[in-house]
């Protein structure tokens, strides 16, 4: 609501003007100035149902993007991600996750395979000089070139059912031939060699597309995309809905479902921890844990009673003992229900277990419930 | 935009409307274009207290819990029931949308709240910030 500029201290992306001008409502995310929502359109809730009916677009520029490129450059990613990036083709991407020797949580990221012994690491906004630092320290040992290109790129999120038919207008790529997870480079507005992900943190089919992070191209071609948009109902989508849709897709966010206490097993995360790969970061310590088993698990949970369950709410057994915490809560826009992934014991997972969230010092009932708690439906068109 | 001049508000961005000895309590428009689509009110019930200035109850948006302050003390006689089902009322008009109603216990409390011009530029003062 406000038009004042942000203290100094705080980053921008190359469209924060544009936002601003929009009419957003900023708030600041780890450190970036970045939009919470567009009330002009709508605010939170539109944005989160055009994407889950239309589609919408989001400035991800935050995030960061660290570039490994050499001789050894494979050996190396597959030293500090859990993920098997070996089994990537060329223009073919995984999720994966950075790990610290105990199988805890560096980050969680995006792995694209460039080209031989090309890796591009997708990584997040609030983790980024760590993870440079973690991934360029721990492969000192391979022949290869650790770059961080996080300020290179504006990367936009074109997310939504009908992302597809709007990207289609403005490049020359062949999109139906670009499965989920894979990518590939194209014209787009023009810019010839834009990066063109079929990716994304909704649950949605969409793109993420990674253009050059000058004010002037990167405002251009936000501009074209809403406005090539506007037969699909596109709105501008902030950080609040950007929430509310991966939560409601079960997909997890660093320093809640995943942080630097959690390990692979807790996080529910085991298929896309390759165990059978001899050598990566973590790996000795997940071997031992698998071994016990985990004292939490992450579950989905969705209210009964009347109230919403917030991040970091306590969780209750029927007996209002405690135990567990949420690490993500809130009303979920497409599904009209409150829902919450949550830590708790193995023994309180099995789906319809009726437990409790504390909520202003009340137990109000919930149960656990399966996830995803959003599925996308088959695309027909 | 013009508060209207029947009630008094708080710097919460409560308003409180009293007849008589009774007195209505809802969020200013104000309030409600900062929540964004309301999802869920929490208020006491019939029969409890409300001290001046202090927590009584809350308003969620899908982002964020809001506290609501009690711009007055009293016991409640009489809670919105429409707001349990249809809080987005909230949002359609804020003004309108009385939330509770309490016997004023101390009606000269009111005296020292904002009037509609006062609470005006209060909120110009805020939104500037």
Redesign the interface.
Same mark, same amino acid.
């Given at each position: 609501m406000s038009v004042v500029d942000s203290p100094p201290s705080v980053r921008k992306t190359a469209l924060n003007a544009v936002h601003r001008q929009m009419g957003a409502k900023m708030v600041a995310f780890n450190g970036w100035d970045m939009p919470v929502e567009y009330p002009k359109t709508g605010g939170l809730v539109a944005e989160h149902m055009a994407v889950r009916t239309g589609v919408g677009i989001f400035d991800v520029s935050h995030m960061g993007d660290i570039r490994l490129a050499g001789p050894r450059a494979l050996d190396a990613v597959q030293h500090v991600s859990m993920n098997d990036a070996s089994r990537l083709a060329i223009g073919q991407a995984q999720y994966s996750a950075l790990l610290y020797p105990q199988g805890t949580f560096v980050d969680d990221v995006i792995v694209h395979c460039l080209g031989e012994n090309d890796y591009l690491l997708v990584i997040n906004a609030g983790t980024r000089e760590k993870d440079f630092a973690w991934v360029r320290d721990n492969t000192r040992q391979f022949d290869c070139r650790v770059t961080d290109l996080s300020d290179e790129y504006t990367q936009i999120a074109i997310q939504g059912p009908r992302a597809h038919l709007l990207l289609a207008k403005l490049t020359d790529a062949n999109l139906s031939a670009v499965k989920g997870y894979w990518f590939t480079h194209g014209t787009v507005c023009g810019l010839p060699n834009v990066l063109i992900g079929r990716t994304g943190y909704t649950g949605e089919d969409g793109f993420e597309i990674y253009i050059p992070s000058d004010g002037p191209t990167s405002a251009r071609v936000w501009n074209e995309i809403l406005d090539a948009g506007k037969e699909y109902g596109i709105v501008a989508c902030g950080l609040g809905a950007r929430n509310t849709l991966r939560l409601e897709a079960k997909m997890p966010l660093y320093g809640h479902e995943i942080s630097d206490t959690i390990n692979v097993w807790e996080a529910g995360l085991d298929r896309y921890c390759k165990l059978e790969k001899p050598d990566f970061m973590g790996r000795e310590a997940l071997l031992q844990a698998k071994l016990f088993g985990p004292s939490k698990v992450l579950a989905g949970l969705e209210m009964t009673g009347r109230g919403i369950a917030r991040d970091g709410y306590k969780v209750l057994d029927m007996e209002g003992a405690e135990i567990g915490y949420v690490t993500s809560g809130s009303p979920a826009p497409f599904l009209k229900k409150n829902i919450a992934l949550v830590y708790i014991p193995p023994a309180f997972a099995p789906l319809g277990t009726p437990v409790q969230v504390e909520v202003r010092g009340q137990g109000v009932a919930a149960q656990i419930v399966a996830t995803p708690f959003y599925k996308k439906p088959k695309l027909l068109v | 935009m013009a508060y209207p001049n029947d009630r008094k508000y708080t710097k919460e961005h409560e308003w409180v409307m009293a007849n008589g000895n009774s007195a209505s309590i809802g969020i200013t428009q104000y309030a409600q !274009? *900062?929540l964004? !689509?309301i /999802?869920?009110v !929490?208020l006491p019930k019939v029969g409890s207290d409300l001290a001046v200035g202090k927590t009584f109850g *809350?308003v969620? *948006? /899908?982002?964020a /819990?809001s506290d609501l302050f009690a711009p007055a003390s009293g016991s409640v006689t009489e809670v919105n029931e429409e707001l +349990?089902t249809a809080p987005e009322k909230v949002n359609q008009d804020a003004h309108a949308s009385w939330m509770l109603k309490i016997a004023l216990s101390n009606p000269s409390e009111l005296d020292s709240l904002l009037s509609a011009a006062d609470y005006e530029k209060f909120v110009a003062e805020e +939104?500037?910030?």
């Open positions: - | !274009d *900062s964004g !689509d /999802v869920f !929490d *809350s969620e *948006s /899908v982002k /819990v +349990a +939104a500037g910030k």
